[in-house]
């Protein structure tokens, strides 16, 4: 975050545009295990109070946030992903029992 606020010049505007993290942290963690099962280099994906704390420590001023929740085939998803054998099955749990979190778009400025 501190190169995307560096590369961008005072009054800037960031679009920021993620997977939203659930609060719980029981789900959050089933989420990002997904995650990296479906992708090995995901690190984690925020929820949306730590999204806004790292914006804030950031000296970025969120200015529009949106949500929408996505519908995907799970099979062509994990496939895309190059997901095979075993790979499949901790994702599908995860996928079939709702753990899929809304994205999540947000407009940051710059404020200093």
């Known amino acids: 975050m501190a190169e995307l606020v560096r590369v961008t010049g005072r009054g800037g505007r960031l679009l920021v545009v993620d997977q939203i993290a659930p609060v719980d942290p029981v789900a959050a963690a089933e989420l990002n295990a997904f995650e990296r099962t479906r992708d090995p280099s995901h690190v ?64 940051c400025s710059r404020s200093s």
């Open 44 to 107: 984690r994906a925020f929820a949306d109070v730590d999204l806004r704390q790292l914006f804030e420590s950031n000296d970025l001023v969120l200015v529009r946030a949106e949500y929408e929740r996505e519908s995907r085939e799970l099979d062509s998803y994990l496939d895309l992903a190059g997901c095979e054998g075993e790979a499949h099955a901790p994702g599908g749990k995860a996928w079939r029992h709702g753990r899929m979190s809304p994205s999540w778009a947000g407009t």
